[in-house]
């Protein structure tokens, strides 16, 4: 019984820890690079942009004919990888301002 839990721990604790999977499938390159790959191969263009933090920003690439787009995260030292790619994107119109509201 002891053998089957100790080898159920070093079974568990082995897998544990292990990288994360995303972390080898990221595509990084130089943002023009991706910029201009993206528009080319699939018609996506800059739709929205935040910053994550000071040194990184999410920027979201979309094709308004296809539904296309693709979730990048850029770093200040001008490499760009890409978080995400999917279908179907839509662009919801800006909610009215709530009555009283700062504007």
């Given amino acids: 019984m002891y053998k089957r839990i100790l080898t159920a ?7 544990c820890t292990g ?8 595509a990084c390159a130089p943002r023009a690079a991706l910029a ?10 800059l739709s929205a942009r935040g910053l994550q933090n000071p ?4 920027e979201v690439f979309a094709s308004a004919e296809s539904g296309s ?10 490499m760009s990888c890409i978080l995400s790619t999917g279908t179907h994107w839509m662009v919801e119109p800006p909610a009215p301002p709530k009555e ?4």
């Fill in 9 to 15: 721990a070093l079974l568990f604790g082995m897998a």
């Fill in 100 to 103: 009283g509201a700062a504007s």
């Fill in 36 to 45: 201009s790959q993206l528009e080319a191969a699939y018609g996506e263009t």
């Fill in 55 to 58: 040194n990184a920003l999410i």
């Fill in 69 to 78: 787009f693709t979730v990048l995260i850029s770093r200040a030292d001008g």
């Fill in 19 to 26: 990288p994360p999977v995303f972390a080898q499938a990221l």
